[in-house]
């Protein structure tokens, strides 16, 4: 009895630290795109030095699950709970990613006025910023109708995704330094792009979490 006690604490406690990272990375995409349509490249800096302490959380998270693992001799529905814990906390690291990819492209356009006000931007990052969210209450709620309405909420951000691309190359004509900033905001919505996809990702572990079963919802 000691032993299941010990474990469930445990994984109380890897639970608490994967939704710590996750607020942290929630927030790291707000900066982000703050900064890029604020064109402050403080808020740029923070959000790229914001990046080491989440990977440090990663790291700290990895060593909980090998410790679960090698003193608690988990069953196979306790490795399913591991195993998704590590899995968020990879593609909770790959969006931090992308928001410092962001950060920079914001102080690799410091001084320059945007050709058009941002507005399909900021919508993909709430979106996205939202679909996080939900992907991990449907970890914490063991949810698997909630991680599997992350499918539909990607499909909107595929289209705004899709119509912003069109947009900007529509844009473009030939003058250098205009591509070059929209080329620089075709990666930004990019970089968006793949966090939905990181969140589908999330998704699709908590459903195998907690059925044994695999469901691909980014399709």
């Known amino acids: 009895m000691d032993t299941r006690f010990n474990f469930h604490q445990m994984v109380d406690e890897l639970q608490e630290s994967l939704l710590k990272m996750g607020n942290l990375?929630?927030?790291?995409?707000?900066?982000?795109?703050e900064s890029l349509a604020t064109s402050d490249e403080l808020l740029a800096r923070k959000t790229v030095d914001q990046d080491d302490t989440i990977d440090e959380m990663m790291l700290e998270i990895?060593?909980?699950?090998?410790?679960?693992?090698?003193l608690q001799q988990p069953m196979a529905?306790?490795?399913?709970?591991?195993?998704?814990?590590?899995?968020?906390?990879?593609d909770l690291e790959r969006i931090s990613d992308h928001a410092v990819?962001?950060?920079?492209?914001?102080?690799?356009?410091?001084?320059?006025?945007?050709?058009?006000?941002?507005?399909?931007?900021?919508?993909?990052?709430?979106?996205?910023?939202?679909?996080?969210h939900e992907s991990l209450l449907s970890y914490t709620e063991r949810n698997i109708h909630?991680?599997?309405?992350?499918?539909?909420?990607?499909?909107?951000?595929?289209?705004?995704?899709s119509t912003l691309m069109n947009e900007i190359l529509g844009l473009m004509n030939n003058e250098f330094a205009r591509n070059r900033q929209l080329s620089q905001l075709m990666f930004v919505a990019h970089y968006l792009e793949r966090v939905g996809d990181?969140?589908?990702?999330?998704?699709?572990?908590?459903?195998?979490?907690?059925?044994?079963?695999?469901?691909?919802?980014?399709?």
Request: glycine share 4%.
């Open 101 to 132: 990819d962001i950060a920079k492209i914001t102080l690799r356009l410091a001084g320059e006025e945007l050709i058009k006000p941002l507005q399909d931007i900021p919508r993909m990052a709430i979106l996205v910023r939202d679909m996080l």
């Open 62 to 70: 990895e060593e909980r699950c090998m410790r679960l693992i090698a």
């Open 77 to 90: 529905s306790d490795l399913r709970i591991i195993g998704t814990a590590l899995k968020i906390a990879t």
């Open 146 to 161: 909630r991680a599997a309405a992350l499918a539909e909420r990607d499909d909107e951000v595929d289209k705004l995704y």
């Open 198 to 219: 990181h969140c589908t990702n999330i998704g699709e572990g908590v459903i195998y979490m907690v059925t044994g079963k695999r469901k691909d919802l980014n399709i």
């Open 25 to 33: 990375v929630e927030e790291s995409i707000s900066q982000a795109v």
